[in-house]
């Protein structure tokens, strides 16, 4: 997936993850493992496993990405120095032998490593000697873009080293979050080894969980923290924090939410320190951060190229916002309302029609598609009465919370704009809008301008709902689902 990746154009950095291995060498030397926090007690024996590990890794990974097809090889079917098809010497094609010289070798994927970490060492804090454990201090900002420049994949691993010349191990996640900050990266994406909820949160709402889930996080007598958004409980290995912990910082905590969001905290309590990296990635300079199940074949690709995608991500802009339409909408909000004006749910409206209710649209975008629609109009004849028109929700978006979402943020509108209650007509839907609290009522509930345009034909049915005891639109905090994404923030 990496190497696909890398073909279809994205600059990379791969930083690796060694923990599990580590963990496993220092125990065959019976020596124990221990971690305070998210961090881990470096002594010599551990530093020697680190360092042999990420040698082990850094190998394999070159080499799987060395025998990995560049994208020459897709798009070409031979090599002309082997008399098969292909457009410049050397150039290898599928199924031929691997050809000779620079050009063979350059139509494969470079990978660069290096000391491309400047790192520190953690030091004593909270009365615990970290010993060789490193914390990230620079970035080599000019080596790595060098290599991105030149189409090399970046290979990083959680060895640093000091200004002193000592090999310090540091957290992997510091580390690949202190280098996305500091290039300036699109996206950092983290590859966990289970489970991921298909999901998405706002920054504040994982800096919010992160904390959460460390109960007992707080800064050092020197003043020696994390910053905001990093207080994170490791995954228990064999240290005293870990699950249980996370699970009674979360009892104490959110026993007040809904129960949809809180057992949306649990499911996760794991994943706290994957959790702390994205959000500390989000309030830097990167604009969204993902965590992906590493065991779903092509868990990459279709996070990155898929709308929806399949993991968990923390975003700082509005991947999907409920707003005022724009001129630029009105074509997309035609497109999803076609097809129920060829069905006559909807009443056709022409252009020109659409243009003169702009200020009356409202719209739900993701990633730049129109996924829901409706108008909020009000009528002079009749103070205080609104009616929702053309309400609609894309069918692949439906079920998944959206609709309820979307008219609570209209009745919310609307009774902040004084109306006292809102009208619509329905000709297949008066079920779901009952639930939602709207009662039948006559065409003596219509402002008089609306009664005159009111096709007899089409049948539909009137439902009116008073806005007087309109709860507050809930908030993200309620952990609806919009989308599959599940929006805490």
């Not at 996640?173 to 298909?198: E, F, R, S, W």
């Not at 999907?320 to 056709?348: F, H, K, S, Y």
């Not at 539909?460 to 809930?474: A, H």
């Amino acid at each position: 997936d990496a190497a696909l990746v890398r073909n279809l154009g994205v600059r990379l950095v791969i930083v690796l993850g060694s923990s599990a291995l580590i963990d496993e060498k220092v125990r065959q030397q019976n020596r124990p493992v221990e971690y305070v926090g998210a961090h881990r007690v470096t002594d010599k024996v551990t530093l020697a496993a680190a360092m042999e590990t990420a040698g082990t890794l850094r190998a394999e990974v070159e080499a799987t990405l060395s025998a990995a097809p560049a994208a020459q090889v897709f798009r070409r079917h031979g090599r002309v120095d082997g008399g098969s098809r292909g457009e410049h010497p050397g150039e290898e094609g599928l199924g031929s032998s691997p050809g000779r010289g620079a050009d063979a070798f350059a139509a494969r994927l470079r990978v660069a490593s290096g000391n491309f970490v400047r790192a520190k060492r953690r030091g004593v804090v909270n009365g615990v000697d970290f010993m060789r454990t490193g914390e990230v201090r620079s970035v080599d900002v000019a080596g790595i873009t060098q290599q991105l420049d030149l189409g090399s994949v970046v290979l990083v691993t959680s060895i640093g080293h000091s200004a002193a010349g000592e090999t310090l191990n540091c957290n992997t996640y510091d580390t690949a979050t202190a280098i996305a900050q500091a290039i300036h990266a699109d996206k950092l994406v983290c590859m966990h080894d289970g489970p991921v909820d298909n999901g998405w949160i706002s920054l504040n709402a994982a800096l919010r969980r992160a904390n959460a889930m460390d109960g007992s996080h707080s800064s050092s007598d020197e003043g020696d923290s994390d910053g905001p958004g990093t207080a994170v409980l490791s995954r228990s290995r064999g240290g005293k924090a870990g699950k249980a912990d996370g699970e009674k910082a979360l009892s104490k905590r959110h026993k007040a939410m809904p129960p949809r969001t809180r057992n949306f905290l649990e499911s996760t309590v794991e994943l706290s320190a994957e959790l702390g990296a994205l959000a500390r990635a989000v309030e830097g300079s990167v604009r969204r951060a993902h965590l992906l199940d590493s065991s779903v074949e092509g868990a990459l690709l279709l996070e990155l190229y898929t709308r929806d995608g399949i993991g968990l991500m923390v975003s700082a802009d509005a991947y999907q916002e409920m707003r005022e339409a724009t001129e630029a909408d009105l074509d997309g909000i035609a497109e999803l309302l076609q097809p129920l004006v060829d069905d006559g749910v909807v009443v056709e409206r022409s252009p020109e029609q659409m243009f003169q209710m702009l200020d009356t649209w409202r719209v739900v975008e993701r990633e730049g598609l129109i996924i829901a629609c409706a108008a909020l109009i009000e009528y002079p004849s009749r103070p205080g009465v609104g009616e929702v028109a053309a309400f609609t929700v894309r069918p692949s978006y439906q079920g998944r919370g959206i609709g309820d979402r979307f008219l609570a943020r209209l009745e919310h509108e609307a009774r902040t704009r004084g109306f006292d209650s809102l009208f619509l007509l329905t000709t297949r839907t008066a079920d779901w809008f009952r639930v939602k609290g709207y009662s039948t009522a006559g065409l003596d509930a219509l402002p008089t301008e609306k009664r005159a345009r009111v096709d007899a034909m089409r049948n539909s049915q009137i439902y009116l709902k008073t806005l007087e005891d309109l709860d507050e639109v809930p908030t993200n905090e309620d952990g609806e689902l919009i989308n599959g994404k599940v929006n805490l923030g």
